[in-house]
């Protein structure tokens, strides 16, 4: 089978691979491109654990073929961060014990940057909303919604 060139953006990086027609983005960011942050929970799209966003849009990168990211934006976990601090969502997940074993945090940030990219001042129904395609084993969702909510109001302080 013939492989297919892809060129895209990844976390503001242009880039370029070859994949099978039937990799998954999940598999080629993890596996070609050595990004492992974005996780496989299911590999059918009901947990969330491989959350990205494409375009701005929020995905789970385990149902989305590699060749279908030619000429798009892509964000991973491994973008969430600046170079030298951690993104607000990723201290106050810290702060607050919001994560236990990790496999779900990748995708639960994701999400949850990009719910506040969308609507700055959620209420908690629409966090819980916005989260629920994201499942966790460990932690419960309470300090997680906290987490979330407790971060856009610092994020809207600091706006003003």
């Known amino acids: 089978m013939a492989k297919i060139h892809v060129s895209t953006t990844i976390n503001g990086e242009p880039t ?6 039937a990799d998954t983005v999940l598999d080629t960011l993890r596996d070609t491109l050595g990004l492992t942050g974005s996780k496989e929970g ?9 959350s990205i966003t494409i375009d701005g849009r929020l995905v789970c990168s385990c149902l989305v073929l ?3 990211a030619d000429g798009h934006e892509i964000e991973t976990i491994e973008g969430m961060a600046g170079s030298d601090h951690l993104h607000p969502l990723q201290r106050k997940f810290l ?3 919001a994560l236990q074993c990790g ?5 639960f940030l994701m999400a949850a940057k990009s719910l506040l990219e969308k609507n700055p001042d959620p209420t908690e129904t629409e966090v819980r909303y916005w989260l629920a395609g994201n499942l966790c084993r460990c932690t419960g969702y309470d300090k997680i919604v906290r987490a979330v909510m407790e971060t856009a109001a610092e994020m809207r302080e600091g706006a003003r």
């Open 42 to 50: 299911c590999g059918s799209g009901d947990c969330g654990a491989c």
């Open 66 to 68: 590699a060749a279908e």
């Open 16 to 21: 370029e691979f070859l994949c099978d027609p």
């Open 103 to 107: 496999i779900c945090t990748p995708g």
């Open 95 to 97: 702060e607050t014990a």
